[in-house]
């Protein structure tokens, strides 16, 4: 949508306004529809602005009595409001407070499909809010688990699989240092494979490869006696998502994930069965991704990676000097006398 258009659209919801002919409730459903109409991909924050303007005049001519109809404008509103980019959290607390308050309605009058869509958005927008310590992910996560109930696998495959993407990242953002954390790391990983269920690399590779690519992280990072085990299957993860992230096509979630890969690879055994061997092979695997990886993050500027990744380089170079000086000690080393 140009920004003309959008512009034009504006005007013409508030045009309506004056149109003598129309019913309250059809003003009010037109200022919605051109409403969504202008948070459909929008060209600008201005758009996204306009439409919360239009649902906040189509709820105050909005009859007292159409009470489920408020309800479904205050979502919709909500959805304008996450959509808004801000360093501040005010939006996303007038979000908060707008998917509350339909929720109070919706859940007495509403279908169980748009209850289950508004507890996925508001369980979004705490899981945003905790990183800004300004809710609970404990809260997020309860939602998310409510609106599973109807969100099911069979019945609603790509609700089913974001709700698990989000759930499993949740897990994961809470503290590991206790039992519990062990816990919520297994049911992260569960939540991962879950997703992959219903999300297939044919038919959306680009989250098919997303989803590989968090499990390989979850599996990698995971509290557990089988963590060779647990990295043979990131590694197996990663090489998913590779199927889709290329260099050519997609060259920083490549690097992103040639880098997660490089990390599995140096936690492991050349030879899983005779561990003793040492991991000479995987860490000069590694080392090759991570200087592919920094050098696809140096051509796209971010530095922050490049300076992370040439400190990982030196570690790796120094390992494999010193495995490299004791296998020469090892077979040139002086007699004892």
């Known amino acids: 949508m140009s920004k003309q258009l959008a512009h034009h659209q504006y005007e013409q919801a508030l045009a309506a306004l004056d149109d003598g002919t129309a019913t309250v409730t059809e003003k009010v459903e037109m200022l919605v529809e051109i409403a969504m109409g202008l948070q459909q991909r929008p060209k600008s924050p201005e758009q996204l602005i306009d439409a919360i303007f239009l649902y906040d005049r189509a709820l105050e001519l909005c009859p007292e009595d159409e009470r489920l109809l408020g309800a479904r404008i205050r979502a919709r509103k909500a959805t304008a409001l996450q959509m808004v980019p801000s360093e501040e959290v005010g939006y996303l607390l007038q979000a908060r407070d707008e998917l509350e308050a339909a929720l ?9 499909e748009e209850i289950a869509e508004a507890q996925m958005n508001l369980a ?6 905790s990183q800004a310590h300004r809710a609970k992910i404990t809260d997020a996560i309860s939602i998310y688990q409510q609106a599973l109930r109807t969100f099911t696998r069979d019945a609603f495959p790509a609700e089913y699989a974001i709700i698990h993407n989000n759930l499993a990242t949740a897990f994961l953002s809470m503290p590991m240092s206790d039992e519990r954390g062990k816990m919520r790391e297994a049911l992260a990983v569960q939540s991962f494979e879950a997703a992959l269920e219903v999300i297939t690399i044919e038919d959306s590779p680009s989250e098919y ?11 990698q990072y995971v509290s557990s006696s089988h963590a060779v085990e647990n990295n043979l299957r990131a590694l197996e993860a990663y090489d998913e998502a590779l199927k889709v992230r290329t260099e050519q096509t997609t060259p920083l979630p490549y690097a992103t994930t040639i880098a997660n890969k490089a990390n599995c690879l140096r936690n492991l055994p050349d030879d899983v069965e005779h561990p003793e061997r040492g991991n000479e092979g ?20 971010d530095m922050g990676k ?20 004791h296998r020469g ?5 002086d007699s004892p006398v």
């Open 282 to 301: 995987r860490l000069v695997q590694a080392r090759q991704l991570y200087r592919d990886a920094e050098r696809i993050f140096a051509a796209y500027g």
């Open 104 to 112: 109070t309605i919706l859940n007495e009058e509403g279908i169980k």
């Open 329 to 333: 000690q090892d077979k040139f080393g």
């Open 209 to 219: 490869a997303m989803l590989q690519n968090n499990l390989g992280n979850a599996l």
């Open 306 to 325: 490049v300076a992370v990744l040439g400190e990982v380089l030196a570690e790796i170079e120094k390992e494999l000097g010193d495995k490299r000086s």
């Open 124 to 129: 979004l927008v705490l899981q945003t809010l």
